[in-house]
């Protein structure tokens, strides 16, 4: 009678003596003789790991000259502004004595801002606001509505059209002021309020200027949208409007809000387009208002002045905060078709 044999570990169910399994070699225990199987060794062992071979050290970068000079155009950028509002809380009314910032400090220059019934400051804010929102969403719908049918349309003169607000926006601005001051005294005398000394006229005019600028600028953004979403669209009998007012222009936001600001700015800044057609104090603008505190000789209240312009500046540097995640991906996105 045959004594069953104790299967080894590694042996399948059923396998017995020397009819094991060939994957059972490598469970087996190891002899004790000279063998040919090859032994596990540490190269999978990541370096460094239960040795005593030392660790590579990073190198300094060496940017810190880097923040130095980010430290030094800060203090370089924000020395006129500390200067300008020490200025304006100074009671002397003039620069020479703002020397010693924060020497005196008062709160009268922003008084007689506000309170002088001669120099509205409160009426040409509205006056600025106003002209620059009009002209900001103006730029962008006409702009846009350029750009789009300059990016998606195939038609004649399509390159020619091109090329021409290129070249026209070649030549400085100060050529057409002459021009624009004769234009506009021959339409106030059909349409008073699109002539000389309205807002309406003054924002046609920025309207005009700053098409050709714009819509290049757009131009490349809207040729970063595949026209395959037109396609689509078409297919599913959109029309050409609702394409553009549905599909195209939420995905164009950022460089609409750019072109937005940027028309926003020039026009809340802008002095001498703004001097040639407003001609009544009530009309003025703050760039145009402003400059009657430092117009009369041996009468400059630059105290005044330094604190309009503070005021001033703080719908800019507000709308620069609240828009500024807009700003890099607009300005860059029409750079590389694709």
């Known amino acids: 009678m045959s004594t069953p044999t104790t299967p080894t570990p590694g042996d399948r169910p059923g396998n017995t003596g020397t009819n094991r399994a060939p994957w059972a070699a490598a469970t087996a225990a190891p002899s004790t003789g000279p063998s040919n199987t090859v032994q596990p060794t540490d190269t999978l062992r990541p ?8 660790r590579r050290r990073r190198r300094p970068t060496g940017g810190g000259w880097k923040h130095l ?29 703002s020397n010693r910032l924060f020497s005196d400090v008062t709160g009268a220059n922003y008084t007689n801002l506000l309170t002088d019934p001669q120099n509205p400051y409160l009426t040409w804010f509205a006056n600025s606001m106003f002209v620059s929102v009009t002209t900001a969403v103006g730029t962008v719908l006409m702009g846009a509505a350029a750009a789009y049918a300059f990016s998606r349309f195939r038609f004649r003169s399509r390159k ?64 970063t949208i595949p026209k395959d979403l037109d396609e689509a669209a078409e297919m599913d009998g959109a029309s050409h409007a609702q394409i ?21 700015i020039t026009s809340f800044s802008d002095f001498l387009l703004a001097q040639i057609v407003l001609q009544d104090p009530g009309q003025y603008t703050l760039a145009v208002g402003l400059y009657q505190f430092v117009a009369v000789q041996f009468g400059e209240n630059w105290g005044v002045f330094t604190a309009g312009a503070i005021l001033a500046a703080i719908p800019v540097v507000a709308m620069f905060l609240f828009l500024q995640r807009f700003i890099v991906s607009g300005l860059t996105g029409g750079a590389v078709k694709g």
């Open 160 to 223: 020619g059209g091109l090329l021409a607000l290129l070249v026209i926006q070649m030549f400085p601005q100060l050529l057409a002021f002459v021009a624009i001051f004769l234009l506009l005294f021959a339409i106030s005398e059909v349409y008073p309020f699109m002539g000389l000394n309205s807002r309406l006229g003054l924002v046609a005019v920025y309207l005009g200027g700053a098409l050709g600028a714009n819509t290049f600028l757009m131009y490349g953004f809207f040729n």
């Open 47 to 54: 370096q460094g790991a239960g040795t005593g071979a030392p």
């Open 69 to 97: 000079a980010a430290i030094a155009a800060c203090v370089f950028a924000l020395f006129p502004l500390v200067y300008a509002l020490s200025a304006s809380l100074s009671a002397s009314g003039s620069l020479l004595g």
């Open 244 to 264: 553009y007012w549905t599909m195209i222009l939420p995905l164009v936001t950022p460089i609409l809000v750019v072109v937005g600001m940027l028309s926003f």
